[in-house]
């Protein structure tokens, strides 16, 4: 089974500038989520897509972060204008469905983004 | 008070002990609980997730639950030098909002 899928893996981009994070998730997961990383810390929720719509996106910075998830596969999470404080790594996961089972979140390797 | 809290290490065992993680969290409501380990430059992979009190056991790893003193804890027995990692702590109330601790750095030494 493939796993998550994120790209690129590595972004440097200046302050001010825009840029743009995908997502696959696994084959079957309708629940898709987005975390900010940053070094030496945990990982803290974005956004929460159950198939199209939004669950919890009560923690992303709206006036300069925005995803979506058409069609219910693939997201995508922009930045515009990236900050220096967003230098991290972006990470993707998913989780099937289901009681119990549904809660276990598998994740992608991740986009680092440094911005300078 | 963060919502997850755990020591943030490093812990240091040698090879065949055992290694005690422990994580405390705030909000009584939560329901699910999730220990990741992450090593350096890669992503968060799953490795328990208990949802009652108690101990549950997979391989050489123990997670145990308390959600009276709203205690989790992993325990790794025959701890290996491919163990160490930072080990993460999570918690959700039902199925939004997963919270994580800053995650504890676990060395192995040979």
């Known amino acids: 089974e493939a796993g998550v899928a994120q790209s690129p893996r590595y972004k440097i981009i200046e302050k001010r500038q825009s840029v743009a994070f995908w997502c696959n998730p696994i084959?079957?997961?309708?629940?898709l989520y987005w975390y900010q990383q940053i070094l030496g810390q945990g990982p803290k929720l974005l956004i929460q897509f159950q198939n199209n719509g939004v669950v919890d996106d009560s923690q992303l910075p709206k006036d300069r972060f925005s995803a979506e998830r058409l069609k219910g596969v693939d997201s995508t999470l922009k930045i515009q204008p990236a900050k220096l404080e967003d230098s991290a790594v972006y990470l993707c996961a998913s989780s099937p469905p289901g009681d119990y089972e549904g809660y276990e979140q598998y994740f992608g390797p991740g986009t680092r983004l440094t911005v300078t | 008070q963060k919502e997850v809290e755990q020591n943030s290490g490093p812990l240091s065992v040698p090879e065949g002990a055992i290694a005690s993680l422990n994580c405390t969290y705030s909000d009584r409501g939560s329901q699910s609980f999730f220990w990741y380990r992450q090593y350096s430059g890669k992503s968060p992979e799953l490795i328990m997730s208990i949802y009652s009190n108690g101990d549950k056991e997979d391989g050489r790893f123990t997670a145990q639950l308390n959600k009276a003193s709203q205690y989790v804890s992993l325990l790794i027995r025959d701890s290996q030098p491919s163990d160490s990692a930072t080990y993460l702590c999570?918690?959700?109330?039902?199925?939004?909002?997963?919270?994580f601790g800053a995650g504890t750095r676990l060395t192995v030494k040979p």
């Open positions: 999570a918690v959700t109330r039902d199925n939004n909002d997963m919270r």
């Open positions: 084959s079957g997961h309708a629940t």
